[in-house]
């Protein structure tokens, strides 16, 4: 079975100063990895995704994430935060196994991103 | 890029209502779409896949008399919750992916807020 962990309920940066979500993840086979942000009231935004290729990944609004085999892992990162940064934040893998590719979520991370 | 359109954003009824939620893809199509439901500060719960000219696939524990789900045609999916209750109160989220290419990402709606009285 697939499945994704975010081990933080809640992270506070402030503007200006780098920030990361983590994520480990738990797959039979090769992992393809998303991150989603979700503002208040909306649907899930796609940031970034891991297939094959370079462990660092470029995404949307200047996310980046990091692909570590070794360690499970697939952070999220931005060098420099921004306070319209802040929202929730999901990393998600697909089952390749089962029928319909459906998608796994972790319990999210709130960014808070302060001034 | 996809979008995924999803109606109504907004709906509070009395209890014993039927509400049916729509769910677009406005430039593509989308054989497979997704729906789930989100309690607050909680993920997203996958309920079931809605499949194009078949039957929704429910996951464990999803009541499929509850939750109607009709895949018409490879743009529209709609879930119906029949007779809602307060407990239905919830954010109802749909995704679909192009081409049903497992290295793509999923597009969403953006929800729907259900309220029931």
């Known amino acids: 079975a697939q499945s994704v962990a975010q081990p933080e309920d809640q992270v506070n940066v402030a503007e200006g100063n780098p920030l990361t979500v983590k994520c480990t993840y738990s797959v039979s086979g090769n992992p393809y990895l998303f991150w989603y942000v979700q503002y208040p009231n909306r649907g899930l935004q796609f940031l970034l995704k891991?297939?094959?290729?370079?462990?660092l990944v470029k995404g949307s609004y200047g996310f980046e994430a990091e692909f570590n085999k070794s360690q499970t892992s697939f952070h999220l990162k931005k060098p420099s935060a921004l306070v319209s940064d802040s929202a929730l934040y999901f990393c998600?893998?697909?089952?390749?196994?089962?029928?319909?590719?459906?998608?796994?979520f972790g319990s999210g991370t709130k960014l808070n991103v302060k001034p | 890029g996809a979008v995924v359109s999803q109606h109504p954003s907004w709906v509070i009824c009395k209890s014993g209502t039927s509400v049916k939620i729509e769910c677009r893809s406005l430039d593509f199509q989308a054989t497979t779409m997704f729906w789930y439901r989100q309690f607050p500060k909680q993920s997203l719960m996958l309920m079931a896949t809605s499949n194009e000219g078949s039957k929704a696939t429910y996951e464990q524990g999803v009541e499929k008399d509850k939750f109607l789900i009709n895949h018409a045609s490879l743009t529209l999916s709609t879930l119906t919750v029949t007779s809602a209750h307060p407990e239905d109160s919830s954010f109802y989220i749909c995704s679909a992916g192009q081409g049903g290419r497992s290295n793509q990402p999923q597009h969403f709606g953006d929800g729907t807020r259900l309220s029931i009285l």
């Open positions: 998600a893998v697909r089952d390749m196994g089962g029928d319909f590719n459906k998608f796994y």
């Open positions: 891991y297939i094959t290729g370079d462990n």
